[in-house]
């Protein structure tokens, strides 16, 4: 803690002793002095698509190309570019929570293909039982018919026989179905029990649904590390975009900009607000007490995690 006193007291010592000498400067000198963050594009190129997200490049190139042209459109000038050289990388990370997710897909269709192969074998296991207990009824009335006269004559006998014969066996394969039916549904609710597991644990990994992809200013990469549906990676963007271009996070839950995961695609007025800001055309020394106040942000913020 001591140690973040510190430099920030260094860091208002530097912004004081620095100031008088912007202020003392010539003002004609003003256009050089000021600075505008949008004047020129930033310029991005694709850099390391996790195969397991089983996405060409050319499918990732046109999402990049939708989420810079909706900000292009918003500022009404370009601000976003795809560039071979491009100085911002943009990668698609594979991380636990696109696993799990995949995971409960998988397992989710797994269940319903069994689930239905399952009522096809016991809709025909019904029928066949319904069959065997019409024949059995036709048996025992013949049976009785040729007790009820003293025995049957020697053909009907060989005939009665065979039908037994024929009764017994299709007795044992339907008590063999109906054994398989029920090992084919204890496996199947174990498979449940399994699926109910992921999805919660699933739950637990996305409660909120906190930013998908993150933007790092130091190495000026953009990560894209975990979508549900193309709506929600095409949010992703968009909002890591609005990050590359200098935007922060915006209170409004509607935004594409707000810290949560929505399904905003196009900015809505408090983003086009916090875009403005982030273009604004300002002083250089605002500039640099701003850099200052995020360096003097993250140095509490470290603080406070050390202090924990
Ligand atoms: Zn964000």
Redesign the pocket.
């Known amino acids: 803690m001591k140690f973040t006193v510190f430099t920030l007291a260094a860091a208002v010592a530097v912004v004081l002793a620095w100031r008088p000498v912007t202020m003392g400067t010539a003002t004609d000198l003003s256009s050089y002095v000021t600075h505008a963050p949008c004047s020129r594009a930033v310029t991005y190129r694709i850099g390391e698509i996790d195969p397991r997200y089983s996405m060409t490049e050319e499918e990732f190139a046109a999402y990049l190309k939708e989420a810079a042209n909706t900000w292009n459109t918003a500022f009404g000038n370009e601000v976003l570019a795809h560039d071979d050289n491009g100085t911002v990388t943009v990668n698609m990370t594979y991380d636990t929570r696109q696993q799990l997710s995949t995971q409960v897909n998988r397992l989710e269709n797994e269940l319903k293909e069994e689930q239905s192969t399952f009522a096809e074998q016991e809709k025909k296991y019904r029928q066949d039982l319904s069959v065997f207990e019409g024949r059995i009824a036709e048996f025992k009335s013949r049976v009785e018919y040729w007790n009820a006269r003293g025995g049957a004559p020697p053909e009907e006998y060989d005939s009665l026989k065979e039908e037994e014969n024929s009764l017994r066996a299709e007795a044992d394969r339907l008590n063999q179905t109906a054994s398989r039916l029920n090992i084919t549904s204890e496996s199947f609710n174990s498979q449940v029990r399994e699926f109910r597991g992921l999805v919660s644990e699933f739950a637990d990994q996305v409660k909120n649904r906190p ?1 998908e ?3 790092d200013s130091g190495t000026k990469t953009v990560d894209i590390y975990f979508f549900t549906d193309i709506t929600d990676l095409r949010h992703t963007i968009v ?2 975009f ?2 590359v271009i200098g935007i ?2 915006v209170d409004d839950k509607d935004a594409v ?1 707000y ?1 949560y995961a929505n399904d905003t695609l196009l900015p809505n007025p408090a983003d086009l607000e916090a875009l403005a800001e982030a273009c604004r055309v300002r002083p250089v020394y605002e500039v640099a007490v701003n850099r200052i106040r995020e360096i003097a942000a993250f140095l509490r913020e470290k603080s406070e995690t050390i202090d924990r």
Do not use: S, V
């Open positions: 930013e992809g993150q933007y909002h890591e609005g990050h922060g996070h900009m810290l």
